[in-house]
């Protein structure tokens, strides 16, 4: 999707970061900041378009409430943050969206939602439904509850999901950067990278960590990440700041523009690359490794060599070359306990030794996706 045809996006999909909501640590939220992105938002919604907001936030709004400076390291003070600036923050855009006469509503997901099929089919048809009602979804992580293991660890992650999860048209990151650049914003001579073609080409760019307001927990890194998983998914992606925003989706030549692949992966390998975590490795010889990278097979357990981690039939696991570089992930069919007796045997040995329940790939092409 080009500058001049960002406008017909149909379903859009809005992230906007912590410290464009709240400025410094332990600050409360600033009220013109939220005011002027629901004018944006409202005006989406009343060309016609459908409009999903994924809003960070809720840690940052509770920082100044709990009387904390800054956003807090330990997962439980953040959970309790989270608690107390998530009230703050809902109730913050449906004053705003009210202005509009517009219904805002809060979805709180963890990463459970969007991994287990059964989970995402139902936040889908609840995001799907709250659309054709004409309401703005507004989604956050579940800090409240979210563990470390369990948890999308950024809300830039988070929107591109659900960009894929709705099949948005247009996700839009909304930073405290207005762009992505070769260096540093404040380093002499940096320039603006107004289109990115594909995120393989962007090894010259030197890419920073969480911005110097110090309450999110994203950072350029993040939202590299959001475009390889929303171009990935046939998604285009705008990078800017709230004062650009309006422009961007425009047209108009401000922010960056990440344009979708044309080799679009299947849904379930999307969520296996991004949003899946591995319970576990799988170590390949040589010429396994060959085989998965350039014939694209699947694996058998005569091509590995040992197994690392606990894990059940049907966990993601790692796909692991005798150099310890990760070449794979994906579905693995045995427990861990199950997978010694077969290493460096064929499957019809296997069959032959322990039944031909046994008779079968260990992670089949079809459940595998190359890193």
Same mark, same amino acid.
């Given at each position: 999707?080009?500058?001049?045809?960002?406008?017909?996006?149909?379903?859009?999909?809005?992230?906007?970061?912590?410290?464009?909501?709240?400025?410094?640590?332990?600050?409360?939220?600033? !009220?013109?900041?939220?005011?002027? $992105?629901?004018?944006? $938002?409202?005006?989406?919604?009343?060309?016609?378009?459908?409009?999903?907001?994924?809003?960070?936030?809720?840690?940052?709004?509770?920082?100044?409430?709990?009387?904390?400076?800054?956003?807090?390291?330990?997962?439980?003070?953040?959970?309790?943050?989270?608690?107390?600036?998530?009230?703050?923050?809902?109730?913050?855009?449906?004053?705003?969206?009210?202005?509009?006469?517009?219904?805002?509503?809060?979805?709180?997901?963890?990463?459970?939602?969007?991994?287990?099929?059964?989970?995402?089919? !139902?936040?889908?048809?609840?995001?799907?439904?709250?659309?054709?009602?004409?309401?703005? +979804?507004?989604?956050?992580? !579940?800090?409240?509850?979210?563990?470390?293991?369990?948890?999308?660890?950024?809300?830039?992650? $988070?929107?591109?999901?659900?960009?894929?999860?709705?099949?948005?048209?247009?996700?839009?990151?909304?930073?405290?950067?207005?762009?992505?650049?070769?260096?540093?914003?404040?380093?002499?001579?940096?320039?603006?990278?107004?289109?990115?073609?594909?995120?393989? !080409?962007?090894?010259?760019?030197?890419?920073?960590?969480?911005?110097?307001?110090?309450?999110?927990?994203?950072?350029?890194?993040?939202?590299?990440?959001?475009?390889?998983?929303?171009?990935?998914?046939?998604?285009?992606?705008?990078?800017?700041?709230? +004062?650009?925003?309006?422009?961007?989706?425009?047209?108009?030549?401000?922010?960056?523009?990440?344009?979708?692949?044309?080799?679009?992966? +299947?849904s379930r390998l999307l969520w296996l690359e991004h949003a899946s975590t591995p319970r576990g490795r799988l170590i390949l010889d040589a010429g396994?490794?060959?085989?998965?990278?350039?014939?694209?097979?699947? $694996?058998?357990?005569?091509?590995?060599?040992?197994?690392?981690?606990?894990?059940?039939?049907?966990?993601?696991?790692?796909?692991?070359?005798?150099?310890?570089?990760?070449?794979?992930?994906?579905?693995?069919?045995?427990?861990?306990?199950?997978?010694?007796?077969?290493?460096?045997?064929?499957?019809?040995?296997?069959?032959?030794?322990?039944?031909?329940?046994?008779?079968?790939?260990?992670?089949?092409?079809?459940?595998?996706?190359?890193?």
């Open positions: 999707m080009k500058r001049d045809q960002l406008t017909t996006a149909k379903r859009v999909v809005i992230k906007v970061g912590s410290s464009t909501l709240t400025g410094s640590a332990g600050s409360a939220l600033d !009220n013109s900041a939220v005011n002027s $992105l629901v004018d944006l $938002l409202a005006g989406l919604h009343a060309q016609g378009k459908e409009v999903v907001l994924v809003s960070s936030g809720a840690i940052a709004a509770g920082l100044a409430p709990l009387g904390l400076s800054s956003r807090p390291k330990d997962l439980a003070t953040q959970q309790a943050a989270a608690s107390v600036g998530q009230g703050l923050l809902i109730a913050s855009y449906t004053e705003s969206f009210s202005r509009h006469k517009v219904v805002a509503s809060q979805v709180l997901l963890t990463i459970e939602d969007v991994v287990r099929r059964s989970h995402y089919q !139902n936040a889908q048809r609840t995001l799907f439904r709250l659309l054709a009602l004409g309401v703005v +979804p507004i989604i956050n992580e !579940n800090d409240s509850v979210g563990t470390q293991e369990i948890r999308f660890g950024d809300n830039d992650r $988070l929107a591109a999901l659900v960009s894929h999860l709705i099949g948005a048209d247009l996700l839009v990151l909304v930073s405290d950067i207005d762009a992505l650049y070769d260096a540093p914003p404040s380093q002499a001579g940096a320039k603006r990278v107004a289109e990115v073609d594909s995120i393989k !080409n962007l090894t010259d760019v030197e890419v920073g960590g969480v911005g110097a307001s110090g309450v999110g927990s994203g950072g350029m890194v993040t939202k590299i990440e959001a475009a390889r998983i929303s171009t990935g998914a046939g998604i285009t992606m705008l990078l800017t700041s709230l +004062p650009h925003v309006a422009d961007a989706i425009a047209g108009k030549d401000v922010g960056t523009i990440f344009q979708p692949v044309h080799d679009r992966k +299947p396994a490794t060959t085989a998965i990278l350039e014939r694209g097979v699947s $694996l058998l357990p005569a091509g590995v060599t040992s197994v690392e981690g606990e894990f059940n039939g049907g966990d993601t696991v790692e796909l692991v070359s005798e150099k310890g570089v990760v070449i794979a992930r994906g579905l693995v069919s045995f427990d861990s306990d199950e997978i010694p007796q077969m290493l460096g045997k064929s499957t019809k040995d296997i069959a032959a030794a322990l039944g031909s329940e046994y008779e079968r790939e260990l992670v089949h092409r079809d459940d595998l996706v190359l890193l």
